[in-house]
C-alpha cells in the first residue's frame, strides 16, 4: 500500500474524532512489554482494528490498540503491540502508526522491542540503550513518493537514538541495579530465526543485538523530525551463540521474568524526557 497524505489524514481523523487527548511522548511497547500500560492513567483506548483502513497486529504477544493516558504525570500515547513485516505488511504499513502518532502531536518517541544478543558479554535479563542501528538488510520505510508533509526525501539520520538521554540512562540504571548495555541493533525481517552464519554476519558488521523490528519505526520518526529512544529487552542469545536455539517461549519468558526492571528502565526515560522537552518549551 502506497498511503497519501489524505490517507494518512483521513485515519488520523476518526482518531481525533474519538479523543482530544493530546501525546507529548509515544511509546511501542515490544514483545511481552506491553503489561506497562497497567500504570497508565488510561484516558482512552482505541483498537487498531477499529481504524479504518490501519493494519491489525496478528502477533498473539501484540495486542494492538493505542492507550491514551498519563504515565507518570506525562500526556502518552502507547502502542500496545505494535506491526511486523513478517505478518505480511509492508515497511509503510508497519511504520503508519508512527506516522499516526505523529499526527496525534507527539514530540519524542520511546520504542522498545525483545532483541537476541549477538555480543557473548550480554545476559538474557540485560537492557540494552540502542546508540544506533542497521537498516540495511530491511527494506526502506521511505521508498515510494515522499510525503512532503512528514519530511525530506533524503532525511539525515545521523545522530538518530537520543546519546545525552543514553549516557544519563546508563549511569541511572546502573545506580539502580538494572543490567544495563549501549549497543548497536540491526533489524531483520523474520519470522524465522537467524542461522548461525547470518548471527556470524551481524556481528561482523558491528550490530551488538538483533530483532524484527523497530528500525524501520526509527526511520521515519527520525524523518518526521521527531526525538528518538530506545532499548531491547535482551530475551536469548541469539542462535549458536553459547549453543543457544531461540523461541518464541523463551523471548516471551524472558519478558516476564525482565518486567520489573524494564518498567523501571522505561519509566525513568520518559521522565527524563519529560523534563528535557519542559526545559527546551
Ligand atoms: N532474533 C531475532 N529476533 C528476536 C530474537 C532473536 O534472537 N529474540 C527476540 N527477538
Redesign the pocket.
Given at each position: 500500500m502506497n498511503y497519501t497524505y489524505q490517507d494518512y489524514l483521513k485515519m488520523y481523523e476518526q482518531i481525533a474524532k474519538r479523543t482530544d487527548f493530546k501525546p507529548l511522548i509515544g511509546a511501542v511497547l515490544g514483545?511481552g512489554l506491553g503489561n506497562v500500560v497497567n500504570k497508565v492513567d488510561i484516558k482512552a483506548i482505541i483498537p487498531y482494528s477499529e481504524i479504518e483502513g490501519m493494519p491489525c497486529s496478528t502477533n498473539k504477544a501484540h495486542k494492538g490498540q493505542f492507550v491514551f493516558g498519563y504515565f507518570k504525570g506525562v500526556p502518552m500515547v502507547l502502542m500496545q503491540g505494535r506491526i511486523h513485516m513478517y505478518e505480511g505488511y509492508t515497511p509503510q504499513e508497519v511504520t503508519l502508526p508512527i506516522r499516526l502518532m505523529k499526527m496525534m502531536g507527539i514530540r519524542s518517541i520511546i520504542l522498545t522491542?525483545?532483541?537476541?544478543?549477538l555480543d557473548p558479554s550480554y545476559r538474557p535479563g540485560d537492557c540494552m540503550l540502542i546508540d544506533d542501528h542497521i537498516s540495511s538488510f530491511v527494506p526502506s520505510p521511505l521508498i515510494g513518493n515522499n510525503i512532503d508533509e512528514f519530511g525530506d526525501r533524503f532525511p539525515c539520520m545521523s545522530p538518530l537514538y537520543g546519546q545525552e538521554q543514553n549516557n544519563y540512562l546508563y549511569n541511572r540504571a546502573r545506580e539502580r541495579g538494572i543490567p544495563v548495555q549501549r549497543g548497536v541493533y540491526v533489524q531483520?525481517s523474520?519470522p524465522q530465526?537467524?542461522t548461525k552464519a547470518e548471527i556470524h554476519l551481524a556481528q561482523i558488521v558491528g550490530a551488538n543485538a538483533?530483532?524484527?523490528s523497530t528500525v524501520i519505526e526509527a526511520i521515519v520518526a527520525k524523518q518526521m523530525g521527531l526525538y528518538v529512544m530506545g532499548f531491547s529487552l535482551i530475551?536469548?542469545?541469539?542462535?549458536g551463540i553459547a549453543g543457544?536455539m531461540?523461541s518464541d517461549e523463551e523471548?516471551l519468558k524472558q519478558a516476564n521474568a525482565s518486567e520489573k526492571n524494564v518498567y523501571e528502565l522505561f519509566a525513568l526515560e520518559v521522565e527524563m524526557e519529560a523534563e528535557r522537552l519542559k526545559k527546551n518549551g
Open positions: 514483545s522491542n525483545a532483541a537476541g544478543a531483520f523474520g530465526y537467524e538483533v530483532g524484527m530475551s536469548n542469545m541469539a542462535a543457544s531461540p523471548v
